[in-house]
């Protein structure tokens, strides 16, 4: 299980391929964000960060199998077609690689603490981000 | 009661301040009680923090609510709802 909040960008196929070397793997869903249009910083909590991903990360090994994990949040100067975020679930079958990787998505949106700023100011947090999470309680 | 108080993105905007040691009145004992000692401070900190304003709080690295008991040599943080991914 890694995760890591970091400034630089990932590559997400090697990060990929690291989480299918065990054979008891037969899935494994990802996902990453990408920074939309409009350029942007990102601003966190040095230390929370890192543990409220680790919380939603082992909230989510509770509920599905998951073999192993991956989540990369990046932080400060981004321009659109940047990565922002890599969430990569390993697991026996795609049921649960799929839901993990969601759920982790989720909750990170309305957990972990992150703040967008982009030119024109701070990024409101959104109601819809509050209902995706909500629907896995 | 002495603690450490953080501050993070629009929140430390407004109130103008990234941390600070905070030393309080001992009938201060609860994040909501704390929230409305800091609006005592004036204009900015009242506008920031105003109760029904929406904000988030951690003690010590965890989400908390208004209720959470506040300790000394706590790490209490103050964010506007969080926006990454």
Known sequence: ?137 | MKLKVLYFAALREQVGIASEEIDLPREVTTLAGLRSHLTQRGDAWKSALAEGKLIRMAVNQDMAKPSAAIKAGDEVAFFPPVTGG
């Open chain 1, 1 to 137: 299980m890694k995760v890591s909040v970091q400034v630089a960008d990932f590559d997400a196929g090697a990060e990929i391929r690291a989480l299918s070397r065990d054979p008891k793997v037969g899935a494994v869903a990802s996902f990453i964000g990408v920074v939309r249009e409009v350029a942007m910083t990102l601003e966190h909590y040095p230390g929370m960060t890192e543990r409220a991903l680790q919380k939603i990360v082992d909230e989510a090994r509770g509920r599905w199998q998951v073999l192993d994990c991956t989540v990369i949040h990046r932080i400060g100067a981004l321009k659109p077609t940047d990565q922002i975020v890599l969430v990569a679930v390993a697991s026996g079958h795609r049921g649960d690689a799929f839901a993990a990787c969601e759920f982790i998505m989720d909750y990170l949106k309305t957990q972990a603490p992150f703040w967008k700023k982009e030119a024109a100011g701070w990024v409101e947090a959104r109601a819809s981000d509050d209902k995706a999470a909500e629907r896995w309680k």
